[in-house]
């Protein structure tokens, strides 16, 4: 069972995509095709477009808040990318990945050695 987990965790590392954040912090974004994208409740997710983040939010959110909803539409219409993160239970923790998430960026030249 070991070798099976072990297994899945390298299959995710594989097609996560690097991202530095406002704060400098590093993120492995879980890539997920944009065509078959769909929320999940206790996810946290980023949309973006060429590189640029339009938004960042929760299955929450854009059921609870209209202007939130309206964001979440204008941003899948436009997004050429999504991408999965683990969201904290911590409701403080959770808004500052978003805000640091907001101003996020692919990292470049990044290297394994």
Do not use: C, K
Not at 75 to 83: H, I, K, Q, R, V
Not at 102 to 110: D, Q, R, S
């Amino acid at each position: 069972m070991a070798v099976a987990e072990r297994f899945e965790e390298l299959q995710a590392a594989a097609q996560a995509t690097n991202w530095r954040g406002r704060s400098g912090r590093l993120y492995a974004l879980e890539l997920l095709p944009v065509d078959q994208f769909s929320l999940a409740d206790g996810e946290l997710y980023l949309l973006a477009a060429a590189h640029r983040v339009l938004w960042v939010g929760t299955l929450d959110e854009i059921v609870a808040e209209a202007l939130a909803r309206s964001q979440f539409r204008l941003a899948l219409g436009a997004a050429d990318s999504a991408f999965r993160v683990a969201a904290p239970t911590n409701e403080i923790e959770r808004m500052t990945l978003v805000w640091d998430l907001e101003g996020a960026e692919p990292a470049t030249g990044l290297s394994l050695a």
